[in-house]
């Protein structure tokens, strides 16, 4: 294994070609308020895998892949119940 940082997160677009944003959410207990905190970043990953929306990735770090690209999907950990894709139907339709 090697020390590259590895990021969980729900893929929340996928209109780029070979490119997904990640959105990773994380909650914490305020050091001053001791409330818990909820916060989110998005991230945009190389896609090679073929994401879709609602699918959770993880994502791991990598060299620079273009100005906002640093990120590349590592594996899909689990896919959106429910959402297929939809198959071409034949004979035209007319």
Known sequence: MNTRRRLTGV???NKMEKTVVVEVSRTYIHQLYKKVVRSKKRFMAHDEKNCQIGDQVRIVESRPLS???RWVVEEILRHQV???T???V????Q
């Open 11 to 13: 893929v929340v677009s």
């Open 90 to 93: 034949e004979g035209g339709g």
């Open 82 to 84: 429910g959402v297929e």
């Open 86 to 88: 939809p198959e071409p």
């Open 67 to 69: 100005r906002r690209k």
